[in-house]
Nanobody, 115 residues
Framework: QVQLVESGGGLVHPGGSLRLSCVAS????????MSWYRQAPGKERMLVAR??????TWTFDEEGRFDVSRDNNKNTVYLNMVKVKPEDTAVYYC??????????WGQGTQVTVSS
């Protein structure tokens, strides 16, 4: 099973920016589809962004505030967040899905947007 370690969470002011990172322990990282989910208190976990093994990307935010990217040389996927809002406050989780459908989750990183 792939081990995923997220980092980069913290406290950020409304309108600010943040970049989350997730490092995966696999030798075939480039074959994986990587996703970011988030879970706010009292709410279900939701998909935030996804990047496939061929670099197709999708994010939930129609305003273009979120961007997902990957560096296969570093086994790392990133979530760049700009113009953050209080409603972006949540625990953000990294997810990997391998070529055989195997699924792994990170432990999560807290993002708090507050003045």
């Amino acid at each position: 099973q792939v081990q995923l370690v997220e980092s980069g969470g913290g406290l950020v002011h409304p309108g600010g920016s943040l970049r989350l990172s997730c490092v995966a322990s696999t030798t075939i990282f480039s074959s994986y589809t990587m996703s970011w989910y988030r879970q706010a208190p009292g709410k279900e976990r939701m998909l935030v962004a996804r990047i496939t093994n061929i670099n197709n990307t999708w994010t939930f935010d129609e305003e273009g505030r979120f961007d997902v990217s990957r560096d296969n040389n570093k086994n790392t996927v990133y979530l760049n967040m700009v113009k953050v809002k209080p409603e972006d406050t949540a625990v953000y989780y990294c997810n990997s899905r391998g070529p055989r459908g195997e699924n792994s989750w990170g432990q999560g990183t807290q993002v708090t947007v507050s003045s």
